[in-house]
């Protein structure tokens, strides 16, 4: 399967805990996406990169929460100290620019319970 | 700010019915617009993306339309099973395209009933 794949794909965890998600890209894709999704709304941005480079972060994106990806590959998402109300799907896409076009291609998501 | 809205929220109609899902954005000034479908639990799948020059783009019984200066999308399915049932999101890709981020709108449920 060349998609884009999360994982874990559940994590339940309690209140103060930390939790890092990973995502892996389809591979020739030089662009990666993190978006938060809650229940009934559309998803929300996050944070993304082009290659290594971390280009725009969100608001939504509190101290709390840092996002990498090292070599211009897989990228991963930490949550630290997690509240209640980080609980949400946390979705990865990946793309590629191609004659000014780009399609974002979405990862299966990893769901995140905070108990 | 660019905010996306989708009308209606939820959607129920019999197997083989032709609808359209509607969309609006109020600031024209998009990249180009994407739908998608997201099945219960999962991730986005894209259906369509049309960049801010078109005005329409197809695939099977799927046809996505748009009109930038009004900030309307509209995705017309035509003879819809009840495989379609899903949730539909629009996305908008604002200003040049080196901004990476797509602004979601709320989603359409449907359920298409056999």
């Known amino acids: 399967d060349t998609g884009v794949s999360q994982d874990p794909r559940h994590k339940i965890t309690k209140r103060g805990q930390n939790v890092t998600f990973r995502c892996d890209p389809i591979?020739?894709?030089?662009?990666l996406y993190w978006y938060r999704q809650t229940l009934g709304q559309g998803p929300e941005f996050l944070t993304y990169?082009?290659?290594?480079?971390?280009?725009?972060k969100s608001r939504l994106l509190s101290d709390r929460f840092s996002a990498e990806r090292p070599k211009g590959s897989f990228s991963t998402l930490e949550i630290q100290r997690t509240e209640q109300g980080d609980s949400a799907m946390y979705l990865c896409?990946?793309?590629?620019?191609?004659?000014?076009?780009?399609?974002?291609?979405f990862g299966p998501g990893t769901r995140l319970l905070v108990l | 700010k660019q905010e996306v809205t989708q009308i209606p929220a939820a959607l129920s109609v019999p197997e083989g019915e032709n609808l359209v899902l509607n969309c609006s954005f109020t600031?024209?000034?998009?990249?180009?617009l994407q739908w998608f479908r997201q099945d219960p639990g999962k991730g986005l799948t894209s259906l369509l993306l049309?960049?801010?020059?078109?005005r329409e783009q197809t695939s099977g019984r799927l046809n996505a339309s748009l009109d930038k200066s009004s900030g309307r999308s509209t995705l017309y399915i035509a003879a819809s099973q009840p495989g379609d049932s899903a949730t539909y999101l629009c996305?908008?890709?604002?200003?040049?395209?080196?901004?990476?981020?797509?602004?979601f709108g709320q989603g359409t449920t449907l359920q298409v009933k056999p």
């Open positions: 996305a908008v890709k604002h200003g040049s395209s080196n901004t990476g981020k797509l602004i």
């Open positions: 990169f082009q290659n290594e480079a971390q280009l725009e």
């Open positions: 600031d024209s000034a998009i990249y180009n």
């Open positions: 591979s020739e894709h030089n662009r």
């Open positions: 896409a990946s793309s590629q620019r191609r004659a000014g076009e780009e399609t974002q291609y």
């Open positions: 049309i960049q801010s020059s078109q």
